[in-house]
C-alpha cells in the first residue's frame, strides 16, 4: 500500500467555502483545489495511504455509498498527484 504527503516547498491556504489555493515555494505558481481536495491535504499533515484517506471520508459521510466515496477520493487523489501537489513516499508495512 503506497503512502501519500504533499510535496515539499508548498504553501496551503484555505479560503472561506473551504477550498483552499496551494502555492508554490516561488510563489509563480498557484493552483485552488475544492473543499474535498483541501480536506485531502489536511488529512496528509501526516503520511497516508489512499485507502486509509478513504476510510476517513467513509466514517464522515456514512450516510453515502462506500464504494463511490472511495472511487471519488482515489480520481482527486489522481489529480492531485498529476498536478505535483502529492508525490508517493514508500509504502506501508503489512498488517497481515
Known sequence: MTRL?????????????GDAVVAGDDGMDAVIVNATAHAILELLAS???EEEIGDVFCETF???????VRRDISLVVQ??????I???????????
Open 62 to 68: 456514512p450516510d453515502q455509498d462506500p464504494a463511490r
Open 86 to 96: 502529492l508525490q508517493p513516499c514508500g509504502t506501508a508495512s503489512s498488517t497481515v
Open 5 to 17: 504527503r504533499v510535496r515539499d516547498g508548498l504553501t496551503i491556504r484555505g479560503l472561506p467555502d
Open 79 to 84: 489529480q492531485l498527484v498529476g498536478a505535483g
Open 47 to 49: 503520511e497516508r495511504s
